[in-house]
């Protein structure tokens, strides 16, 4: 719960769009595996150029990260510290269940969360079929993905993705 209240926290630095919400997510991982988890990366919807989503940044600035960086979010990793090793410990924290279908072209967050092999996804509320139909939890599980819906912040992870628009 604690890494979803960041995930709102991220959500809320978004530029509202009247056609498309506003997401926040944060990755954290554990690695060697039963360590502290620590936190890997933050991203929200349209922080990197392009109609971009908030899990995918996540992912990309992971990505990004430095062999020094990485060394130091995980003292006791053996090196040189492989990030794609480290994504396949880790679990993703979205305020909005991650979407299946992207009619923007670009590929849909949910098929970028199972390529990077996350192990457990943890949604804040479900996406309204605002704009397109989401099958994003689904297809996660399908793909072994274990998704936790988290209870208690629905109502602001809502609001907060509609931000700067009629509710
Ligand atoms: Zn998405």
Known sequence: MEYLRLALDEAKKCT?????????CVLTASYPPGTEPVILAQGYSRELPGNTHAEANA????????????????????????ID???????IYTT?????????????????????????CF???GEPDDFVK????????????EVKW????????????????EQ
């Open 16 to 24: 509202p769009s009247p056609t498309a919400f506003c997401v926040g």
């Open 59 to 82: 992912l990309t600035k992971a990505r990004q990260l430095s062999q020094a960086q990485l060394a130091e979010l995980f003292p006791n990793a053996p090196h040189p510290i492989d």
């Open 85 to 91: 090793i480290i994504l396949t410990h880790a679990d």
């Open 96 to 120: 909005m269940e991650p979407c299946s279908v992207r009619t923007s072209g670009l590929s849909p967050c949910a098929d970028a969360i199972i390529a990077a092999r996350i192990k457990r």
């Open 123 to 125: 949604i804040g509320v």
């Open 134 to 145: 989401c099958e994003g939890a689904q297809k996660l599980k399908d793909a072994g993905v």
């Open 150 to 165: 988290l209870n208690g912040l629905e109502k602001e992870c809502l609001e907060v993705a509609r931000m700067g628009r």
